[in-house]
Each structure stands twice: as C-alpha cells, then as structure tokens.
C-alpha cells in the first residue's frame, strides 16, 4: 500500500488544518490507520489512530479535544482535523498503516506502509 500524505501548511496558533492519508492498493479490513509526528531533534511520536473497519479511535493525551481522525473507506483516505493548534504541534506529519492491526498503536515498528510526510508549522 502507498500512501500519499497532503494538506501541511503554516498555520497561526489557535487555527486549524486537515491533512488528508490517501491509499493505493489495498487496504485490509484488519488495518489500523495511524497519524505520527516528528519535530526536530525529537522521535517520532504517536498522534492518532482508527481501525479502519469499525472505526475505533485512538489518540495520544497530547492532541485529545483538539484533533479528530476520520476515515472514508469508499476513498480509501484517512483524515486528520487539526483545531485549537499550539506552537508545539509542529512537525513533519506522517500517515502510516498497520496492515494487521495487533494491539499496539503507538509503537512505530507495528507499521508496515508510510507516507512521505507533511509539514505542519504553528506559529505564535
């Protein structure tokens, strides 16, 4: 599965973006689509996540009330609404997909595919 990640931009504190995950190939119904983040010097870290067929969510204590992972499963897409931004939310984002999902969301080495990655840029 390729995944095309988009919808990055600069953004004032308090604003708002959706970055969009676009899939080629298939997506199996046991995958868990997941959002991470890497700003500099940092690791990457673990933002959201859902099971891509019934839709469960989950999100990192960071982002919870402020951010929203979708999906759409007709266009193989998921989605990321990003509200009430910080200075801290910059990063380059990235969409990843655990093609089996087993319990583990927040690890990097469950994922199996990953976007290239977005720059979302919040400033003060």
């Known amino acids: 599965v390729q995944l095309q990640a988009s919808g990055g931009g600069l953004v004032q504190a308090g604003g708002s973006l959706r970055l969009s995950c676009a899939a080629s190939?298939?997506?199996?119904?046991?995958?868990?689509m997941g959002w991470f983040r890497q700003a500099p010097g940092k690791e990457r870290e673990f933002v959201a996540g859902?099971?891509?067929?019934?839709?469960?969510?989950y999100y990192a204590d960071s982002v919870k009330g402020r951010f929203t992972i979708s999906r759409d499963n007709a266009k193989n897409t998921v989605y990321l609404q990003m509200n009430s931004l910080k200075p801290e939310d910059t990063a380059v984002y990235y969409c990843?997909?655990?093609?089996?999902?087993?319990?583990?969301?927040?690890?990097?080495?469950?994922?199996?595919?990953w976007g290239q990655g977005t720059q979302v840029t919040v400033s003060s």
């Open positions: 859902i099971k891509w067929r019934v839709g469960r969510t």
């Open positions: 990843a997909g655990d093609r089996y999902y087993s319990g583990n969301y927040a690890y990097t080495g469950s994922y199996d595919d």
């Open positions: 190939g298939t997506i199996f119904s046991d995958s868990l």
